[in-house]
T-cell receptor, first 113, second 114 residues
Framework: DSGVTQTPKHLITATGQRVTLRCSPR?????VYWYQQSLDQGLQFLIH???????AKGNILERFSAQQFPDLHSELNLSSLELGDSALYFC????????????FGSGTRLTVV | AQSVTQLDSQVPVFEEAPVELRCNYS??????LFWYVQYPNQGLQLLLK??????LVKGINGFEAEFNKSQTSFHLRKPSVHISDTAEYFC????????????FGSGTRLLVRP
């Protein structure tokens, strides 16, 4: 157990639907990062939150949004889902600037049918 | 912009043989360097990291890596692999800018055969 908790582990949904992925960071970590892992794109950085504030955006689609709450957990919202959104979504956390490394959760596997 | 290149998509090797997984990076700023391992159906686990100082870093499970600034490389090595080392290995850089993000290579699948 890495200390980063992601729910649900698996999600199957239809095209056009909206889903929410949840992440609880390791105790004491203020930063949360979201990554998408797919066969054709590899591991892509989506977004970074630090203590509730958005700090950086990567290749995140406009249909996707995220937030970090006062208790530091984070949610990634994916809407108007397309088949190509099927992927493994990882959350990672770090204490600050990530010099000690990033701790990853076990991921949420999203399948859009 | 930064990028990470892992030229070998798959490396087959026999058990107890040595292995080297190659990683090259490109960055206009200084970086931290990491190697992560992903076992089937699991998340990514940190193997080792280079922040500064000695260019040879040792990690978990007997792995080590050497940072070469002139060649912008950070190759991962293990002198004797086990079947249990079969996994996907990712090299990543963390540019020392304000983004705090990790940029990953495409991964190398290490396949250890008996």
């Amino acid at each position: 157990d890495s200390g980063v908790t992601q729910t649900p582990k698996h999600l199957i949904t239809a095209t056009g639907q909206r889903v929410t992925l949840r992440c609880s960071p390791r105790s004491g970590d203020l930063s949360v990062y979201w990554y998408q892992q797919s066969l054709d794109q590899g591991l892509q950085f989506l977004i970074h939150y630090y203590n509730g504030e958005e700090r950086a955006k990567g290749n995140i689609l406009e249909r996707f949004s995220a937030q970090q709450f006062p208790d530091l957990h984070s949610e990634l919202n994916l809407s108007s889902l397309e088949l190509g959104d099927s992927a493994l979504y990882f959350c990672a956390s770090s204490a600050g600037q990530g010099a000690l490394g990033y701790t990853f959760g076990s991921g949420t596997r999203l399948t859009v049918v | 912009a930064q990028s990470v290149t892992q030229l070998d998509s798959q490396v087959p090797v026999f058990e107890e043989a040595p292995v080297e997984l190659r990683c090259n990076y490109s960055s206009s700023v200084s970086v931290y360097l990491f190697w992560y391992v992903q076992y089937p159906n699991q998340g990514l686990q940190l193997l080792l990291k280079y922040l500064s100082g000695s260019t040879l870093v040792k990690g978990i499970n007997g792995f080590e890596a050497e940072f070469n600034k002139s060649q912008t490389s950070f190759h991962l090595r293990k002198p004797s692999v086990h079947i249990s080392d079969t996994a996907e290995y990712f090299c990543a850089v963390r540019p020392l800018d304000s983004s705090y993000k990790l940029i990953f290579g495409s991964g190398t699948r290490l396949l250890v055969r008996p």
